[in-house]
């Protein structure tokens, strides 16, 4: 190879998870890097690079016997709904719906009972996606944040409103109801 062709470089996630297991990056250093990548767009966009290191078996073994349990499948459903999101705006909502169950799987590895509130919004979501109006009535019922009850019933209105999910749009009517 001469000195003009391309070279594959890792990526900045690979990087942080090779820091990671060798010392030089702590176990939270390490999420919280990863949480702000995917906070430096407001599409998020780097969770579609970020989930494959989440997933990776290593990573999940290393944070499997750490105490940083519960920021790792918190960072990863919120990686996993990231992602559903950007499939939802480009009105892929098989994909998306998928994408909010594996988010739903990764959350229910958090027992507390303070985390309930996520997985209810999850589950309040992949009802939205499968047009199930009873199921997503009972995730509103449930809800005892103000935010996912305010995002799920904007939700279901815009179901009974147009009978079909345009996830853009009733996340929108989310916005204007908190301006």
Same mark, same amino acid.
């Given at each position: 190879m001469n000195s003009f062709e391309r070279t594959e470089h890792p990526s900045v996630q690979e990087v942080l998870k090779q820091r990671l297991f060798?010392?030089?990056?702590?176990? *939270?250093?390490? /999420?919280?890097? /990863?949480?702000?990548?995917? *906070? &430096? #767009? =407001? #599409?998020?966009?780097?969770?579609?690079?970020n989930l494959p290191? /989440?997933?990776?078996?290593?990573?999940?073994?290393?944070? *499997?016997?750490?105490?940083? =349990?519960?920021?790792y499948w918190n960072l @990863? !459903?919120? #990686?996993?709904? =990231?992602?559903? *999101?950007?499939?939802?705006?480009?009105?892929? $909502?098989?994909?998306a719906?998928?994408?909010? &169950?594996?988010? /739903?799987?990764?959350?229910? =590895?958090i027992t507390d009972a303070d985390y309930a509130w996520?997985? $209810?919004?999850?589950e309040g979501t992949i009802a939205?996606?499968?047009?199930?109006?009873? !199921?997503?009535q009972k995730a509103i019922e449930r809800a005892q944040d103000? !935010?996912? !009850?305010?995002? @799920?019933? $904007?939700?279901l209105k815009g179901l009974n409103d147009t009978g079909e999910v345009d996830y853009e749009r009733d996340m929108a009517r989310q916005r204007t109801y908190e301006q």
């Amino acid at each position: 190879m001469n000195s003009f062709e391309r070279t594959e470089h890792p990526s900045v996630q690979e990087v942080l998870k090779q820091r990671l297991f060798v010392g030089e990056l702590g176990p *939270q250093d390490f /999420l919280d890097e /990863l949480f702000r990548l995917d *906070q &430096a #767009t =407001h #599409t998020r966009d780097a969770a579609v690079q970020n989930l494959p290191v /989440l997933k990776d078996e290593s990573v999940r073994s290393y944070f *499997q016997s750490q105490e940083l =349990h519960r920021p790792y499948w918190n960072l @990863l !459903s919120v #990686t996993y709904v =990231h992602i559903a *999101q950007i499939m939802a705006s480009r009105k892929e $909502n098989r994909r998306a719906l998928e994408y909010f &169950a594996d988010a /739903l799987g990764a959350a229910r =590895h958090i027992t507390d009972a303070d985390y309930a509130w996520w997985q $209810n919004y999850c589950e309040g979501t992949i009802a939205y996606f499968r047009q199930d109006i009873s !199921s997503l009535q009972k995730a509103i019922e449930r809800a005892q944040d103000e !935010s996912v !009850s305010a995002i @799920l019933e $904007n939700l279901l209105k815009g179901l009974n409103d147009t009978g079909e999910v345009d996830y853009e749009r009733d996340m929108a009517r989310q916005r204007t109801y908190e301006q």
